[in-house]
């Protein structure tokens, strides 16, 4: 079985500039999380998708940051523009149903350097 | 509101000996209790989780955890530690905040010397 796919891995860019990722999950989960992991803390929850809806995104800056998940399968998260304190690790992961007790499986990851 | 501290940020063990990384949690409910592990580059890796049942849980790579509702802890544990498990250790809680959120742990570093 194939696991979460994310694309590039890594990112330079700088400040004010805008940046996009990509994640595709595992096929037939229903819910897809982005993440956000700066160095040194815990993964940080920006968004979940719930199929193509949104479920929480009481943490994603929306001002700046956007994402969409218009089929229901894979997702894109953007960043316009970033900001210096946007670098960290952008991690993407997905789960059968969402429900409390699942466990999430993690993609490798975004790198995201703003200079 | 829901919260998960790891109060070690790094712990270095000698390759063999025991180990026990620690995880308290703030949840008002019985909480869902995940462990991830997170090698240099790469995503994060579930070890065990509890969320029901038996307060021992078992995981992969011979780890298991505790669930002590009364010290509102989950603390890991390897019996003896190799080489290849130095990475980053993650505690986090499933909590119901509406929908289910999992909330992370700030990481505790695990180093092994030979």
């Known amino acids: 079985e194939a696991g979460v796919a994310q694309s590039p891995r890594y990112k330079i860019i700088e400040k004010r500039q805008s940046v996009a990722f990509w994640c595709n999950p595992i096929?037939?989960?229903?819910?897809l999380y982005w993440y956000q992991q700066i160095l040194g803390q815990g993964p940080k929850l920006l968004i979940q998708?719930?199929?193509?809806?949104?479920?929480?995104d009481s943490q994603l800056p929306k001002d700046r940051f956007s994402a969409e998940r218009l089929k229901g399968v894979d997702s894109t998260l953007k960043i316009q523009p970033a900001k210096l304190e946007d670098s960290a690790v952008y991690l993407c992961?997905?789960?059968?149903?969402?429900?409390?007790?699942?466990?999430?499986?993690f993609g490798p990851g975004t790198r995201l350097l703003v200079l | 509101a829901q919260s998960v501290t790891q109060p070690d940020i790094h712990i270095t063990v000698s390759e063999g000996a025991s180990l026990e990384l620690r995880c308290n949690y703030s949840?008002?409910?019985?909480?869902?209790l995940f462990w991830y592990v997170q090698s240099p580059g790469q995503g994060l890796q579930l070890l065990l989780k509890y969320f029901s049942g038996d307060t021992l849980v078992q995981g992969i790579k011979g780890f298991e955890a505790e669930f002590k509702r009364s010290q509102s802890s989950f603390n890991l544990r390897k019996p003896s530690v190799h080489w290849s498990d130095a990475a980053e250790y993650f505690c986090a809680v499933g909590a119901n905040t509406g929908g289910f959120k999992t909330i992370f742990g700030a990481g505790t570093r695990l180093f092994v010397k030979a």
């Open positions: 949840y008002g409910a019985t909480p869902y």
């Open positions: 096929s037939g989960h229903a819910t």
């Open positions: 992961a997905s789960s059968l149903r969402g429900e409390g007790h699942e466990t999430q499986y």
């Open positions: 998708f719930q199929n193509n809806g949104v479920v929480d």
